[in-house]
């Protein structure tokens, strides 16, 4: 029926039609041959795509169903870079979900049902015919004399929503009457519920000095809030980091150990991602991120000629070298006399962070900018020697007094700037 109304509202040429093979039932590649055929009798384009093996003996197979036909839809969207992708979900399947959230204590959003218009990364899913009920759709199919196929797992009541249509609503409806248009009337005000809270979460979030790429915060400022928006806050940071919706006693877990634990640091895992808390700070990394303590990058011995870049294998970042009057910078020539040597900044190495200051240890100078002890081992140190001229996440040694001529400063960089390690530690201009 939607493709039947597009046709005639839009013209075959504008549309694309697609179909997803399950592989679920027997008569599956008779549905594609038929599919095929209707899309060629409109004159539409057509394309399909066959979904891998069947989940195993004990998976959900409606999840599994869903969400690979919505990556195969998606990425149909992409090959035929189209603009939308429109689906045939009408008022009925709209009331079926909301009773399947509600026996599964959803929250106020996802009882809102689904969205008749959402721009999502691919671009906007749309469901034209959301407000419209499932009778007056067979009406007008069987008016405009259209033929179907009727999938066989729509009677299969061992899945919930074919109970929920066969025996539960029509039941409810018999006792209500009026009750699809009232269930439609509350999901319309719990979507718009849903998505106040979502813009209060995301404006807590950035209060919370999230940053670009969502992968840190500010825990102070979270663990301040009511227990109702500190949860939605947190609830949003899982939504946009693409993490699956905790349950209440995960949510009430992560929180207490998170943002209201006493001790110096935590780490909690929620696959694929690890939260990592030091102090006031909490960062979002991949669970499999390397273990830097465990693993440190090797050292690396060179002498300076000149370059602007200095490579650092095995650290998957670089030193740059820039001409400098701050405080700290060292002599061009008397660098590139130095032998070098890169390593993992150690705990007790001595730096003095500013002309005239006292040097304190590299543990007590990375304690007091905030780096996490799982960072430290990852950050370079360069000496000359025995001596220490530059900590990343610190800055120059500013030991010695300013020398005439050319002058320099160290600054590391890693290649991939989301890495932890990029963190803005060091005083000073970043050059």
């Known amino acids: 029926m939607l493709l039947d109304a597009l046709v005639r509202l839009r013209g075959p040429a504008q549309l694309v039609a697609w179909h997803v093979h399950h592989g679920l039932q027997p008569d599956a590649d008779r549905w594609l041959a038929w599919c095929e055929r209707e899309a060629a009798r409109y004159?539409?384009?057509?394309?399909?795509?066959?979904?891998?093996?069947?989940?195993?003996?004990?998976?959900?197979?409606?999840?599994?169903?869903?969400?690979?036909?919505y990556a195969a839809l998606w990425a149909a969207l992409a090959r035929c870079r189209a603009d939308a992708l429109l689906t045939a979900h009408h008022a009925d399947d709209q009331v079926e979900t909301v009773f399947m959230r509600l026996a599964r204590g959803s929250g106020p959003e996802a009882l809102g049902g689904m969205a008749p218009a959402e721009h999502r990364p691919a671009g906007w899913l749309l469901r034209p015919l959301l407000g419209v009920g499932r009778d007056c759709i067979d009406a007008c199919a069987k008016a405009r004399e259209?033929?179907?196929?009727?999938?066989?797992?729509?009677?299969?009541?061992?899945?919930?929503?074919?109970?929920?249509?066969?025996?539960?609503?029509?039941?409810?409806?018999?006792?209500?009457?009026?009750?699809?248009?009232?269930?439609?009337?509350?999901?319309?005000?719990?979507?718009?519920?849903?998505?106040?809270?979502?813009?209060?979460?995301?404006?807590?979030?950035?209060?919370?000095?999230?940053?670009?790429?969502?992968?840190?915060?500010?825990?102070c400022t979270l663990a301040a809030l009511p227990p109702l928006r500190r949860n939605e806050a947190v609830r949003e940071w899982f939504r946009l980091l693409g993490l699956p919706m905790p349950t209440q006693a995960r949510l009430a877990q992560w929180v207490a150990q998170m943002l209201l634990g006493g001790s110096a640091s935590a780490s909690v895992e929620v696959a694929p991602l690890r939260f990592r808390r030091y102090r006031d700070r909490i960062a979002a990394e991949p669970a499999d991120a390397r273990d830097w303590r465990r693993d440190p990058?090797?050292?690396?011995?060179?002498?300076w000629r000149g370059e602007a870049v200095i490579e650092l294998p095995g650290w998957a970042g670089r030193l740059s070298v820039r001409a400098s009057d701050e405080p700290g910078?060292?002599?061009?020539?008397?660098?590139?006399?130095?032998?070098?040597?890169?390593?993992?900044s150690p705990a007790g190495a001595?730096?003095?962070?500013?002309?005239?200051?006292?040097?304190?240890?590299?543990?007590?100078?990375?304690?007091?900018?905030?780096?996490?002890?799982?960072?430290?081992?990852?950050?370079?140190?360069?000496?000359?020697?025995?001596?220490?001229?530059?900590?990343?996440?610190?800055?120059?040694?500013a030991s010695e007094p300013p020398v005439e001529g050319e002058r320099v400063r160290l600054h590391w960089r890693p290649d991939d700037l989301g890495d932890p390690r990029s963190a803005g530690f060091e005083s000073g201009p970043a050059v």
């Open 43 to 69: 004159g539409v384009r057509f394309g399909h795509t066959r979904l891998g093996p069947a989940p195993v003996r004990g998976e959900n197979i409606e999840a599994w169903a869903r969400e690979a036909r």
């Open 146 to 219: 259209l033929h179907w196929v009727e999938d066989p797992m729509n009677a299969d009541e061992a899945l919930l929503r074919t109970t929920l249509r066969a025996r539960v609503l029509p039941a409810l409806a018999a006792a209500v009457p009026g009750l699809r248009d009232n269930v439609l009337r509350s999901a319309a005000l719990l979507r718009e519920t849903g998505q106040a809270l979502r813009a209060a979460a995301a404006a807590d979030l950035q209060a919370a000095g999230m940053t670009v790429d969502l992968r840190a915060l500010d825990r």
């Open 297 to 303: 990058p090797p050292p690396v011995a060179l002498r």
């Open 329 to 344: 910078a060292v002599g061009a020539a008397w660098l590139a006399a130095q032998p070098l040597e890169i390593r993992s």
């Open 350 to 397: 001595r730096l003095r962070p500013r002309p005239g200051g006292p040097s304190r240890t590299l543990k007590n100078l990375y304690q007091e900018r905030g780096v996490p002890p799982w960072l430290r081992a990852a950050l370079p140190a360069v000496f000359a020697g025995e001596r220490l001229i530059y900590a990343a996440g610190l800055g120059m040694d």
